[in-house]
């Protein structure tokens, strides 16, 4: 990854999952019915606060909150950065 950002303290940058095209049974779901992804990869960490290290890495996959964190956009590419405590679970 060629990103040249570097979260600050206990945040995270998630680069969120693509949202679901289709349901299971095949449905084809049009874009404006699109749910927001709740899973994502983390690319880039900060270096957590004094009393608190960071517990995800870089690479792992997370589930978080429908509306945590802040939309941003880098390179083309859609980005959310969000406190460590937004994230529910590495899976």
């Not at 095209?21 to 449905?27: C, L, Q, V």
């Not at 690319?43 to 589930?63: F, H, Q, R, S, Y």
Request: glycine share 10%; aromatic share 4%; proline share 5%.
């Amino acid at each position: 990854m060629g990103l040249n950002i570097k979260p600050l303290a206990d945040r995270v940058l998630v680069e969120p999952a693509a949202a679901e095209t289709t349901t299971a049974s095949g449905i084809i779901i049009p874009d404006n019915a699109k749910e927001k992804p709740q899973k994502g990869t983390v690319v880039a960490i900060g270096n957590g606060t004094k009393d608190e290290p960071l517990t995800v890495n870089v690479g792992d996959t997370v589930l978080y909150g429908k509306y945590a964190g802040t939309e941003l956009k880098l390179e083309g590419k859609d980005y959310l950065i969000m406190r460590e405590s937004d994230i529910f679970a590495i899976i």
